[in-house]
């Protein structure tokens, strides 16, 4: 085991300075903690150190949290997966189909409009210039920007991921908790799973020992997100965590300590088939099968200055989470961590 923990110490190094890697990588199973490292600066104009405890914004990484929270509900019998979302919301969607259930939206097979189509657009940060990030700090702020467009496909009909679906799971959650998306999450997911150091910060208020997000420009040249994505994320997006406190979600979601074991086998299965053929998504989680059975359960996230990858392998039961201040890097950390682990 100690020439395999040099041997992981070496190539993980090697693979940090090839790609210039800005962030943490944190790696942990039952007995413990078998690498944690910092990269990088999380300011790069004052040379501050990332460390093993600094914040970073995870993107898309959070939908995993949404999910949960729609799952508590249903197990308290507020809402139904298989609930019409035109009859919980009292927002005006003239052009969806009112057959578009709560489990639609979490298995991205709505086929509602998106405000940010990935299939369309590639670049985030241009969205902002027609809709000022700054004024995008609650769920509702969203709605303009897609409520009235028409329906892409059927519901059910096939997976394309969605992030305005997540924005609608978290405007249901407000309406069904009657507290804002961000401190439901904070109560009813982050508290139990003892996240002491995450949060949905605002842009304009972020706490110490976080991470700004860096992007690179033609020339070469770096400049921070602080104008390229919105200034306080939500229900699809944009969570600050520490690696720590990210493992500590894994651990307590998979030991029943969020959602029950029956609600958690639900969130883990498998109930569409995604565009890699390896992949299939449950409710807010990516689940990566081979011939043998599921290999892995993980989120990712992407924005302007942002990517993580965080990773539950069920045979060994190994955590990894690698979130990055950078727009790549974590994904080549996550290959080489398999193959080492």
């Known amino acids: 085991m100690k020439v395999k923990n040099v041997e992981l110490e070496t190539k993980v190094a090697k693979k940090v300075s090839e790609i210039d890697f800005s962030g943490v990588i944190h790696v942990e199973n039952r007995t413990g903690i078998i690498h944690a490292s910092a990269h990088g600066f999380s300011n790069w104009a004052e040379?501050?150190?990332?460390?093993?405890?600094t914040r970073f914004g995870i993107a898309s990484g959070c939908k995993l949290f949404t999910a949960i929270g729609i799952c508590q509900l249903v197990e308290r019998g507020t809402i139904s997966l298989q609930s019409n979302v035109s009859s919980l919301l009292d927002h005006s969607f003239p052009h969806f189909n009112r057959e578009v259930t709560v489990h639609h939206l979490l298995?991205?097979?709505?086929?509602?409009?998106?405000?940010?189509?990935?299939?369309?657009?590639?670049?985030?940060?241009?969205?902002?210039?027609?809709?000022?990030m700054y004024h995008m700090r609650k769920l509702e702020d969203f709605l303009p920007m897609f409520q009235h467009q028409q329906m892409k496909f059927n519901p059910g009909e096939k997976f394309h991921y969605n992030n305005a679906g997540y924005i609608l799971l978290g405007l249901i959650i407000e309406k069904v908790a009657g507290v804002p998306f961000t401190d439901y999450v904070e109560e009813h997911i982050f508290n139990p799973a003892r996240m002491a150091d995450s949060g949905y910060f605002s842009l304009d208020r972020l706490p110490g020992r976080t991470a700004l997000g860096y992007m690179e420009e033609e020339d070469g040249s770096w400049k921070t997100n602080s104008y390229s994505i919105p200034i306080k994320g939500g229900a699809d997006g944009g969570a600050y965590v520490t690696a720590g406190d990210m493992a500590k979600l894994w651990q307590a979601l998979m030991n029943g300590k969020l959602v029950s074991k029956e609600m958690l086998a639900k969130m883990l299965t498998p109930w569409i088939q995604t565009d890699n053929e390896r992949d299939s998504y449950g409710y807010g989680i990516w689940i990566e099968k081979e011939a043998d059975g599921i290999v892995k359960y993980h989120v990712m996230g992407y924005d302007p200055g942002v990517s993580f990858a965080s990773g539950f392998y069920p045979g060994s039961e190994t955590i990894v989470v690698i979130p990055s201040n950078k727009e790549s890097g974590p994904h080549k950390l996550m290959y080489l961590l398999e193959d080492l682990i």
């Open 107 to 132: 298995t991205h097979s709505s086929g509602i409009p998106d405000y940010f189509d990935e299939d369309e657009m590639d670049d985030f940060e241009e969205i902002w210039v027609e809709n000022p």
């Open 47 to 53: 040379s501050i150190s990332n460390t093993t405890n």
